[in-house]
């Protein structure tokens, strides 16, 4: 059992590059997360999704797109890559919508945007 | 106002301490309270959830207070291994998909032997 997992642990772009960052947990949980981390700003959710072919929008989603084509999969995507989007990247899952479920996070990806 | 605020730190302690991190948030909706600890470089894990009661688990006591929107985390007995930054976590509950967990900055704790 794995848990959450992410592809790829680190990655440099260049500004206006694409990249896709891949989550993938084997929990069977229902919900998972996008968040961002930077210094100073503490986690901030991008998207989320309650379930396989559905996604919405966090708090801070410009920039991005997401997609759950699998249960087990959550994709975020950039289309073309800004310094301020240099981040720590966290996806995370949760079985349900119950208020004392926690959020398991995967172990990051760092993304430096040239 | 920023929904979750913490002392920012850094909490510098001997071993064996016992140190105290305080927390508050804005939204009197808020549902459920978490603490997650966060090493360098890391991933979050939860430390534990806060009952309106309080609750202990070994050295960790932490306490919520709705009525002054504040929670708390107490550490006795600080080791070495507790040097991380901790996250104070609010679930808002939102009716709609998914739950809407925010974060506060975090605490940064620092213990020396």
């Known amino acids: 059992n794995a848990g959450v997992t992410q592809t790829p642990k680190f990655r440099v772009l260049k500004t206006g590059q694409s990249m896709t960052l891949l989550c993938a947990q084997d929990?069977?949980?229902?919900?998972m997360y996008w968040y961002r981390q930077d210094p100073g700003m503490g986690l901030r959710l991008i998207h989320y999704?309650?379930?396989?072919?559905?996604?919405a929008k966090g708090e801070v989603p410009d920039g991005y797109n997401v997609s759950r084509l699998k249960k087990q999969n959550f994709l975020l995507g950039l289309e073309s890559a800004a310094p301020s989007q240099t981040s720590v990247y966290f996806c995370?899952?949760?079985?349900?919508?119950?208020?004392?479920?926690?959020?398991?996070f995967g172990p990051g990806t760092r993304l430096l945007v040239l | 106002r920023k929904e979750v605020e913490q002392d920012p730190g850094p909490f510098n302690v001997p071993e064996g301490a016992t140190v105290a991190f305080n927390c508050t948030y804005s939204?009197?909706?808020?549902?459920?309270f978490f603490w997650y600890r966060q090493d360098c470089r890391k991933e979050p894990k939860l430390l534990m959830s806060?009952?309106?009661s309080g609750n202990e688990d070994g050295r960790f006591t932490a306490q919520l207070n709705r009525a002054s929107q504040y929670i708390s985390l107490l550490i006795r007995d600080s080791k070495l291994s507790d040097s991380a930054t901790y996250l104070c976590?609010?679930?808002?509950?939102?009716?709609?998909?998914?739950?809407?967990?925010?974060f506060g900055k975090g605490t940064t704790l620092s213990v020396s032997s």
């Open positions: 995370a899952s949760s079985s349900d919508r119950a208020l004392q479920e926690t959020q398991y």
């Open positions: 999704s309650v379930g396989e072919g559905t996604t």
């Open positions: 929990m069977n949980h229902e919900y």
């Open positions: 939204n009197s909706a808020s549902q459920s």
């Open positions: 806060v009952y309106s």
């Open positions: 976590v609010v679930n808002l509950g939102l009716n709609q998909a998914g739950t809407a967990l925010i």
